[in-house]
Nanobody, 123 residues
């Protein structure tokens, strides 16, 4: 089983920045790919950013492209999300997850999610 602990969320004004962190433990491996997701009230969970095992491949949702940056500690299942120019529509609970391959980040029905971290952007 995988344990996922996300942190760093808080209330921030529009235009501000936040850096989220997430540590995955348990049945994880250093070469796992990782991703950030978010779920806003009344909406489905969406994939925000992805990163492969060594950080040289990333992707972003169109809504955050150019504002968010995903990164990770090499050799560890720790992932970060630097969020700049935050907008009220970025308000959501943010989660991370892991997958054995980069491609699996886009198709896996994840079983574990952790508690997530709340990001609230005020206008």
């Amino acid at each position: 089983q995988v344990q996922l602990v996300a942190s760093g969320g808080r209330l921030v004004q529009a235009g501000g920045s936040l850096r989220l962190s997430c540590v995955a433990s348990g049945r994880t491996f250093a070469m796992d790919a990782m991703a950030w997701f978010r779920q806003a009230p009344g909406k489905e969970r969406e994939r925000v950013a992805t990163i492969n095992w060594n950080g040289d491949t990333t992707s972003y949702a169109e809504s955050v492209e150019g504002r968010f940056t995903i990164s990770r500690d090499y050799g560890k299942t720790t992932v970060y999300l630097q969020m700049n120019s935050l907008k009220p529509e970025d308000t959501a609970v943010y989660y991370c997850n892991v997958a054995p391959t980069y491609a699996a980040l886009f198709s896996t029905n994840f079983k574990s999610w952790g508690q997530g971290t709340q990001v609230t952007v005020s206008s």
